[in-house]
């Protein structure tokens, strides 16, 4: 027979239920909840996509465009990028599916961030796409679904 060790009875029910088999099925169901839990979570850039999109969907058709620098200025690439971008927006602009434009200095060495209020999310949409491959491999330069307008 296993001894037992009296000065620790709170413990006998535990080593009860576990000799039986009764904490298994808890633990299933604890590690089943965490796994859950997990996959419910939203996490890199799924996440980001998510909010994007639910950010168009709420009727904005606002976004902004940034060109940034680390603290030696705006690199020339990044620079290339905003003129493009900024032509992109101007003629997007010229065809009617943009109202508004708004470029604003936000730093010291050229930064700067353009804000683009489309006709529809349709448009913006469209836009979005073109800037996003536009912006794709260039550094500090960033497309974001915001509202930055002020009306």
């Known amino acids: 027979m296993r001894e037992r060790d ?3 009875p709170r413990y006998a029910a535990r080593e009860r239920n576990a000799a039986e088999g009764g904490l298994r099925p808890l633990s299933i169901v604890l590690s089943l909840g965490i796994l859950a839990l997990t996959a419910l979570s939203p996490s890199g850039e799924a996440s980001g996509v998510k909010s994007e999109t639910r950010a ?3 009727s904005t058709a606002e ?3 940034y060109a940034l620098s680390r603290g030696k200025g705006v690199p020339e690439p990044t620079r290339s990028a905003l003129r493009k971008a900024h032509s992109l927006i101007e ?5 009617g599916d943009v109202v508004r434009l708004k470029e604003t ?3 010291l060495e050229g930064e700067t ?3 683009v209020e489309a006709k529809d999310v ?3 949409r469209a836009l979005l796409l073109e800037l996003r491959a536009m912006a794709e491999k260039v550094e500090l330069f960033n497309v974001v679904v915001e509202p930055c307008l002020k009306k």
Not at 91 to 95: C, F, S, T
């Open 63 to 65: 976004f902004a465009v």
């Open 122 to 124: 349709a448009a913006a």
């Open 91 to 95: 003629g997007a602009r010229q065809r």
């Open 6 to 8: 009296a000065r620790f």
């Open 56 to 58: 168009a969907e709420k």
């Open 105 to 107: 200095r936000i730093g």
């Open 113 to 115: 961030r353009l804000c």
